[in-house]
């Protein structure tokens, strides 16, 4: 059971009054299919309300899906962020210097506690932690930019030098000063396989890899290491191109990724993954094979190895390598996902006659 969501009402008319009511609260764990369209939507729809005799709800957006309904193009129940992440990371955007309180919150008609596990659930983190490390985000980029640690601190939205210096040391582990490395950005992409982590920063993508994968959190503290950066919730350009990449990826419309990437890793791993990239999409070789692709036909094991670990999923194709004998092999993602990415690339390169 989740921990993090609301007690599901009993009746089909408590369910409803949610939706009349536009509880926000339920958003992500409670969705309504309209017999009458033909559409699932999620609570805060702006749509019109529909009649109740129409309604039939479910408790996930998959469900929904299963039950034959298309998702609302106005509220984007499939996916994407809640009505109230959506409004909330706006608020941080447009009025930085906003100190994060229950009554500050509760001024625009917020419920802090919504909040915090909407956030919580989202990004690991309550929403007071996220605008705080996105204000220290913004000094952060002052400060690689070569402006001053007071202007940094004024950006932060901090009156005091050692309320700034405390709070930046925390978050980046050393003393705020001029010319410091240029932080990494931190988002997540829904897919239809699954959510995403992604990391970037303007220039390239350094990670991207399914949530839940095995070994997620060491993955990522070795590219933390790696980098020597601060690693901090937000998006660049870089990771816009990626979510339009992956949107067209999955609805098999993408053969090849163009956003430039950014790796790190032993020479072996280099061309381990250099090696990968030339697997064809809808294709697959064996993991003995890719050994022989790099010229090293003895290495199976620790090509294996390299393939697991490249950090950037679907666009280093790991999952196009499967054992000799036709079979799955490994995959960090999860078996299952492993067949539907190869079942998605072998319909997506079928030509229509
Ligand atoms: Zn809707």
Redesign the pocket.
């Known amino acids: 059971m989740d921990l993090l969501s609301p007690p599901q009402p009993a009746t089909d008319d408590a369910r409803y009054e949610i939706f009349r009511e536009k509880d926000l609260s339920y958003d992500g764990h409670l969705f309504v299919g309209v017999s009458s369209t033909g559409?699932f939507?999620?609570p805060g729809?702006?749509?019109r309300l529909p009649k109740p005799e129409n309604c039939s709800f479910y408790p996930t957006a998959d469900a929904a899906l299963s039950a034959g309904y298309r998702a609302?193009k106005?509220?984007h129940?499939a996916g994407g962020d809640t009505v109230l992440i959506k409004q909330l990371i706006t608020l941080v955007e447009d009025e930085p210097e906003l100190k994060v309180t229950q009554a500050t919150l509760a001024k625009r008609g917020i419920d802090a506690s919504t909040a915090r596990r909407q956030f919580l659930s989202r990004f690991g983190m309550s929403f007071a932690d996220y605008a705080r490390a996105r204000r220290l985000g913004r000094a952060a980029q002052t400060l690689a930019k070569g402006g001053s640690v007071l202007d940094a601190q004024l950006d932060a939205g901090f009156d005091s030098p050692s309320g700034f210096r405390t709070a930046y040391a925390k978050i980046f582990g050393t003393a705020p000063a001029k010319g410091q490395p240029t932080p990494l950005s931190i988002d997540w992409i829904e897919t239809p396989l699954g959510r995403m982590i992604v990391i970037a920063d303007d220039v390239a993508l350094y990670l991207l890899e399914f949530t839940n994968r095995k070994n997620m959190r060491r993955q990522f503290e070795r590219l933390r290491k790696v980098q020597g950066r601060p690693v901090l919730p937000g998006r660049t350009d870089i990771t816009a191109q990626i979510e339009r990449e992956l949107t067209d990826y999955f609805k098999g419309e993408l053969l090849d990724f163009k956003t430039p990437l950014a790796t790190s890793g032993t020479d072996f791993q280099r061309e381990t993954w250099a090696a990968l990239q030339t697997i064809p999409h809808g294709q697959t070789r064996s993991y003995a094979q890719l050994a022989e692709m790099i010229g090293k036909p003895a290495a199976i094991r620790a090509v294996a190895s390299a393939n697991a670990n490249n950090g950037l999923a679907l666009i280093i194709p790991c999952h196009r390598v499967i054992a000799k004998d036709g079979g799955l092999g490994g995959y960090a993602g999860g078996l299952k996902r492993k067949r539907d990415l190869l079942d998605l690339e072998t319909k997506s390169t079928k030509t229509d006659y």
Do not use: D, K, V
Request: proline residues 20%; glycine residues 0%; contains cysteine.
């Open positions: 559409i939507c999620r729809c702006p749509a609302c106005r509220c129940p």
